[in-house]
């Protein structure tokens, strides 16, 4: 009896002491090997173990700075990359508006026949390209800015007609049709975030109809607790080969422009813990669908 109890207590001792902590060790290294930077717990007493455990511990801890060091020097290259990028957008005009600049001079001063009529265009051509100039800087900027999303309840109907009469007003030789298919679409996202995002896809979506009357269509619902607001234009649309581009960070199908429109409402849409979609067709036209949780947490990037 007592060498059974003994053969007992000897049993519960190495499973307790030896056994449970290998296993959790094991279970470690599993995680780790999946990509999961697992932390171990309850550290044992024994001074191999206890060891092994903190080495464990150290070596995660290790690979987590590493990581965010990664992290850190990749988005460092990003933006170094997309500066350069912005610093060639922003020189490319800067001569013809030099050159507009002063022959606004000349025509002021020489005051010939058709002086008013070159003025016009000089100055015309100088605000193109200064708004042109605007969008690189705040493009640039957005993308920089994109840290975290900060919720707030609203009216997403509110919001989106807004925004869409906004466009209505600047782009009256285009069609815009807003279809909800309910109007109990409060939500809480981020207010600036989403009107970002969805400026960058309808400017898009107007560049895409070039000089011709088109149309921009969206399509607003709610199923549970997920809201889908589709964006969808009849302009030149795009081939394989692009979409499977269109959210790099530099990628632009347009000759001027950072390429960061879709880029950054992809990097919106994930801080929402949403998806985006992305569906064209080469001249019949292009759909973007955002699809996000009706109630977005607060979020850091990682």
Do not use: C
């Not at 001569?95 to 002021?108: F, N, V």
């Not at 800015?145 to 997403?156: H, K, N, Q, T």
């Not at 919001?159 to 030789?173: A, L, Q």
């Not at 981020?190 to 000089?211: S, T, W």
Request: a neutral charge; aromatic letters at 6%; proline letters at 2%.
């Amino acid at each position: 009896m007592v060498l059974l109890l003994a053969g007992i207590s000897s049993a519960f001792f190495l499973r307790k002491k030896i056994i449970a902590p290998i296993q959790e060790l094991n279970r470690g290294m599993e995680e780790v090997e999946r990509g999961n930077l697992y932390r171990l717990r309850d550290t044992p007493d024994e001074i191999e173990l206890k060891n092994l455990y903190l080495g464990f511990n150290a070596m995660v801890g290790g690979i987590e700075e590493q990581k965010k060091n990664i992290s850190e020097i990749s988005r460092m290259k990003t933006l170094l990359k997309l500066g350069r990028r912005v610093a060639h957008e922003v020189k490319n005009p800067l001569t013809p508006i030099k050159l507009s600049a002063e022959q606004i001079r000349r025509s002021l001063r020489d005051k010939r026949h058709d002086y008013e009529k070159v003025i016009e265009q000089s100055v015309r051509y100088i605000i193109d390209e200064t708004d042109h100039l605007k969008r690189v800087a705040y493009g640039f900027l957005d993308f920089s800015r994109l840290e975290e999303i900060r919720p707030e309840r609203f009216s997403l109907p509110e919001v989106i007609d807004e925004e869409v009469n906004s466009f209505r007003s600047i782009y009256g030789e285009h069609g815009f049709q807003v279809t909800y298919g309910t109007k109990d679409l409060d939500v809480e996202w981020d207010r600036l975030k989403f009107k970002q995002a969805l400026k960058n896809i309808m400017i898009n979506a107007v560049e895409a109809l070039g000089d011709k009357s088109g149309r921009i269509e969206l399509d607003v619902r709610r199923e549970g607790e997920v809201v889908t607001v589709g964006v969808s234009d009849n302009g030149v649309g795009l081939e394989k080969r692009e979409l499977a581009l269109i959210f790099n960070e530099d990628y632009s199908t347009k000759e001027v422009g950072t390429g960061l429109g879709l880029f950054i409402v992809k990097r919106i849409v994930d801080l929402h813990g949403g998806n985006i979609r992305v569906e064209s067709e080469k001249n019949r036209g292009t759909t973007v669908t955002l699809e996000m949780p009706r109630h977005a947490t607060q979020t850091r990037k990682t």
